[in-house]
């Protein structure tokens, strides 16, 4: 019990959010961009969304990210596309210019 309190003393702020809201450091950067400005989400829709950017990072990193794929014009539009298709599943909040500002804020974050 000791050990886990000073493990939880070491943690700093961004491991305790990443661990309170049960994604990967990768997977809250995304959720992040996806996220701020901060936005007026339900409970449910920022569950939809931090499902969405698992979901994301899954299938780019199963799909697209492969070996030199910014090298290639036909793999860096694949993953542009990819991104688009996953962000596509975001709430009817976001707005369609927000949808585009996020599509390319993610395609730069992950580039």
């Not at 019990?1 to 070491?10: D, H």
């Not at 961009?33 to 989400?41: A, F, I, M």
């Not at 596309?81 to 009817?92: E, F, G, Q, S």
């Given at each position: ?47 939809d969304v931090k499902q969405i950017a698992k ?57």
């Open positions: 019990f000791r050990e886990l309190i000073q493990f939880a003393q070491t943690l700093g702020d961004e491991d305790k959010r990443r661990i309170a809201e049960s994604l990967s450091e990768e997977e809250l950067a995304i959720f992040d961009l996806l996220t701020q400005p901060k936005l007026d989400l339900t409970e449910k829709e920022e569950q979901d994301l990072l899954e299938a780019l990193k199963r799909e697209k990210l492969v070996l030199d794929w910014r090298k290639r014009q036909q793999t860096k539009a694949a993953v542009e596309v990819m991104i688009k298709d996953v962000l596509d599943k975001l709430p009817d909040r976001y707005s369609i210019e927000a949808y585009e500002q996020k599509c390319r804020e993610i395609y730069q974050h992950i580039y």
